[in-house]
């Protein structure tokens, strides 16, 4: 690849982690709920509820917290008290203020790029200030040239990238742990992409195996690997 490749990181769980976050939370939940529900009904109740409020809300913590509230009201039938909702508020705002500490060999492998002269992009979706917020707790936000923040990662948004970048499939790769937001829309444009497996997963994001078969892309044990893609 030419020098000044365009190499757009997704975030979440990609630079840091994140999902393992919102699965403490939903484990609180589950534990507040329990009086009212078994852990299988909150589970689908909780994810349909998310599902449903996709278009309103989006993604991110406070889509999160709004979907707990309304899961737990339709759970209890009403009978949710003011303190069990003071409880859901409290675990929604652990999810806008945690730490946020670079995974392995995340600040190695974007230095490394860096003093290659890549052109280095954020791109990750969800709430704005969330996510924001979350880039400047990194310490990482030096390294990027670009940050996007979208409400989706389909494949219109990333052409509408592709074409403002004049990004080519010679020049752009994009690298995430997300097989359905960060691999499979890129590669389906014909643009590389290099998945990055990570151990925590959200159910929205899995993939069916019959749909991995239908496009090209590479994969790697560990973000560091990435240098030798891009060499």
Do not use: C
Not at 127 to 146: I, P, T, V
């Amino acid at each position: 690849m030419p020098i000044q490749t365009f190499i757009a990181f997704d975030a979440d769980d990609t630079l840091w982690p994140n999902q393992p976050h919102f699965d403490h939370v939903e484990l609180q939940l589950l534990r507040l709920l329990a009086p009212y529900a078994d852990e299988p009904t909150i589970n689908a109740r909780l994810y349909d509820v998310q599902r449903a409020n996709m278009q309103l809300f989006g993604y991110g913590a406070k889509s999160f917290m709004l979907s707990m509230i309304e899961t737990t009201i339709q759970l209890s039938g009403g009978a949710v008290v003011g303190g069990e909702i003071q409880q859901i508020l409290d675990l929604g705002k652990e999810l806008l203020r945690f730490p946020i500490e670079p995974l392995p060999d995340v600040v190695e492998v974007l230095t490394e790029l860096k003093l290659r002269g890549h052109q280095l992009l954020v791109l990750t979706k969800g709430d704005l200030f969330d996510q924001e917020s979350k880039l400047a707790r990194s310490g990482l936000g030096d390294f990027f040239d670009y940050v996007e923040i979208v409400s989706e990662k389909n494949e219109p948004t990333y052409q509408r990238l592709f074409t403002r970048l004049e990004a080519t499939p010679a020049n752009f790769v994009m690298i995430g742990n997300s097989l359905k937001s960060d691999i499979l829309p890129v590669a389906r444009l014909g643009y590389p992409a290099v998945h990055v497996p990570y151990h925590a997963n959200w159910i929205h994001e899995h993939v069916p195996a019959e749909q991995l078969a239908e496009v090209n892309f590479h994969t790697v044990t560990a973000l560091r690997e990435v240098l030798d893609y891009v060499r």
